[in-house]
């Protein structure tokens, strides 16, 4: 019985760190770009709507021009979860559900190069959402983003 448990639990490890590896080790399904409107505020977006790209997120990128995101589209409303997973810059994370921002998390800090994915902060939205929009830190105070704003999207393939 310990053997078989063994080797189900080897299973399992093989199998995450496959996946892990074919997410990160395969090109970036073409991303289309959109537009968001938060209160007043206009920005450009890349839309991460699948699994590959929501995974990969903002990985590995330098950073964001100002007025620039990745918006995170799901076919549900649940709690989100989030990774900052080769990021080497901060962010903040905007939860949106039903077209208002339900909150959001202000200067997500890079973990460090060689942190490793076990020991990763995992950001979590408070209440279920079905859009995420990551930004530049220092955004959602400077535009004054709060609770209970309007945020309009643009779908255009």
């Not at 490890?13 to 590896?21: D, E, K, Y």
């Not at 929501?54 to 995170?72: I, K, P, Q, V, Y």
């Not at 939860?95 to 990763?120: C, H, Q, R, Y």
Request: glycine share 10%.
């Amino acid at each position: 019985m310990i053997i078989i448990v063994g080797v189900a639990f080897l299973c399992v490890i093989f199998g995450v760190f496959g996946i892990w590896s074919f997410v990160f080790s395969h090109a970036n399904p073409p991303l289309y770009k959109t537009q968001i409107t938060i209160k007043n505020l206009v920005f450009s977006a890349e839309v991460a709507s699948s699994t590959v790209a929501r995974a990969r997120g903002l990985s590995g990128r330098d950073g964001l021009r100002e007025n620039e995101g990745m918006l995170f589209l799901f076919n549900y409303s649940s709690i989100q979860n989030f990774w900052m997973k080769d990021m080497k810059f901060p962010i903040d994370i905007i939860w949106i559900g039903g077209g208002k921002v339900l909150g959001f998390i202000e200067n997500a800090s890079t973990p460090g190069a060689d942190m490793p994915f076990w020991k990763l902060k995992i950001y979590s939205s408070p209440k279920n959402v079905d859009t995420v929009f990551e930004v530049n830190a220092g955004t959602v105070a400077k535009g004054n983003i709060k609770i209970g704003d309007l945020a309009n999207i643009s779908i255009t393939k």
